[in-house]
C-alpha cells in the first residue's frame, strides 16, 4: 500500500492531530477523499473549483467539503473540511469555496435524503448541458435519469439566496441536475451511490455526444423507457454499493 493510501486506514498516526473524532466520522472522511482521488483519475476535476460533499451521520446539519485551493489528488481524510449549512468551518482549515457553501449548503439542508453531493464541471456532461433537448434517453446509461434528472438555467458565477431557491425547486427530488452551460449536481444516499451515478451520468452524456446530432436517433417508447429506469433502480439506495469495491481498487492499484 502506499503513502496516499497508508494515509486512509482507520488506525495511521496520520489522524493524531485531528484529536477525538467518530468513527462513523472517520469512515466518511475515507471514503469521501476516496471519491475525490478517484474523480482525479477520471478527469473529472476541473483546477480547484469543483467539490464533492458527505453529510456526518449524528451530525444533523455537518458535513465535509474540500478547502479551497487544493486538487482533487491532494484531497485526503485528514485535510477535508468540516462544515455547516450556513457555510461555517466547524474543524479543519479554509478556506471553502464561497460558491461551494452556497451549493451544497441549499441541497443538504433542502434534501435530507442528499447524505452526498457532487458538483462537477465534467467536459462531457456540459457540452449536453448546452444542448436544448437535454439528456436524451438513448441509451441504457441515460435511462437510468429517465424523469430522474432536472434542469437549471445560467445565472452567472455567483449563487444568490434566489437563485438558491430556484435551483432548489428545480432539483426537486431528482438523483440529478444538469446546470445549464455550468455543469451538473448528482444527490446519493451514500458516497457510494453518488459517485456510481456520476460515473453513469459521464457514459451517458458521452454516449450522446458521440452519436452525433440528436435528430433522427433511436428513441426508445415511454413505457420501455420506464420499465427500464424502474429495473435500474431496483436496488434503491444500494446502488454503488457493489461497485465501489472495485472503485477502489483503481486507487489502490493506481
Given at each position: 500500500?502506499?503513502?496516499?493510501?497508508?494515509?486512509?486506514?482507520?488506525?495511521?498516526?496520520?489522524?493524531?492531530?485531528?484529536?477525538?473524532?467518530?468513527?462513523?466520522?472517520?469512515?466518511?472522511?475515507?471514503?469521501?477523499?476516496?471519491?475525490?482521488?478517484?474523480?482525479?483519475?477520471?478527469?473529472?476535476?476541473?483546477?480547484?473549483?469543483?467539490?464533492?460533499?458527505?453529510?456526518?451521520?449524528?451530525?444533523?446539519?455537518?458535513?465535509?467539503?474540500?478547502?479551497?485551493?487544493?486538487?482533487?489528488?491532494?484531497?485526503?481524510?485528514?485535510n477535508?473540511?468540516?462544515?455547516?449549512?450556513?457555510?461555517?468551518?466547524?474543524?479543519?482549515?479554509?478556506?471553502?469555496?464561497?460558491?461551494?457553501?452556497?451549493?451544497?449548503?441549499?441541497?443538504?439542508?433542502?434534501?435530507?435524503?442528499?447524505?452526498?453531493?457532487?458538483?462537477?464541471?465534467v467536459?462531457?456532461?456540459?457540452?449536453?448541458?448546452?444542448?436544448?433537448?437535454?439528456?436524451?434517453?438513448?441509451?441504457?446509461?441515460?435511462?437510468?435519469?429517465?424523469?430522474?434528472?432536472?434542469?437549471?438555467?445560467?445565472?452567472?458565477?455567483a449563487?444568490?439566496?434566489?437563485?438558491?431557491?430556484?435551483?432548489?425547486?428545480?432539483?426537486?427530488?431528482?438523483?440529478?441536475?444538469?446546470?445549464?452551460?455550468?455543469?451538473?449536481?448528482?444527490?446519493?444516499?451514500?458516497?457510494?451511490?453518488?459517485?456510481?451515478?456520476?460515473?453513469?451520468?459521464?457514459?451517458?452524456?458521452?454516449?450522446?455526444?458521440?452519436?452525433?446530432?440528436?435528430?433522427?436517433?433511436?428513441?426508445?417508447?415511454?413505457?420501455?423507457?420506464?420499465?427500464?429506469?424502474?429495473?435500474?433502480?431496483?436496488?434503491?439506495?444500494?446502488?454503488?454499493?457493489?461497485?465501489?469495491?472495485?472503485?477502489?481498487?483503481?486507487?489502490?492499484?493506481?
Open positions: 500500500m502506499n503513502t496516499l493510501l497508508d494515509q486512509f486506514s482507520m488506525n495511521t498516526t496520520a489522524w493524531a492531530p485531528m484529536g477525538p473524532i467518530s468513527k462513523q466520522e472517520k469512515q466518511v472522511r475515507i471514503d469521501l477523499a476516496t471519491a475525490y482521488q478517484l474523480a482525479y483519475l477520471k478527469n473529472w476535476d476541473d483546477g480547484i473549483y469543483t467539490h464533492i460533499s458527505a453529510a456526518i451521520p449524528g451530525e444533523d446539519g455537518a458535513y465535509l467539503l474540500n478547502q479551497f485551493g487544493l486538487h482533487f489528488n491532494e484531497i485526503t481524510p485528514q477535508l473540511v468540516k462544515v455547516n449549512i450556513d457555510g461555517q468551518i466547524l474543524s479543519g482549515d479554509g478556506p471553502v469555496n464561497q460558491t461551494g457553501f452556497a451549493i451544497h449548503g441549499a441541497v443538504h439542508a433542502a434534501r435530507s435524503d442528499a447524505h452526498c453531493v457532487f458538483h462537477l464541471h467536459d462531457s456532461v456540459i457540452a449536453v448541458s448546452v444542448q436544448k433537448k437535454g439528456l436524451l434517453p438513448i441509451s441504457q446509461h441515460a435511462l437510468r435519469f429517465y424523469r430522474d434528472m432536472g434542469y437549471h438555467p445560467y445565472q452567472g458565477l449563487l444568490s439566496s434566489q437563485e438558491q431557491t430556484s435551483l432548489i425547486t428545480n432539483l426537486g427530488n431528482k438523483r440529478a441536475i444538469l446546470l445549464h452551460n455550468h455543469g451538473s449536481i448528482v444527490c446519493g444516499a451514500s458516497i457510494q451511490q453518488a459517485f456510481y451515478l456520476m460515473d453513469v451520468l459521464d457514459k451517458a452524456c458521452k454516449i450522446q455526444l458521440l452519436a452525433g446530432s440528436t435528430e433522427h436517433l433511436i428513441i426508445p417508447d415511454d413505457e420501455v423507457c420506464q420499465l427500464t429506469y424502474r429495473q435500474l433502480c431496483s436496488d434503491g439506495d444500494q446502488e454503488g454499493k457493489l461497485e465501489w469495491p472495485s472503485y477502489q481498487r483503481i486507487l489502490i492499484n493506481y
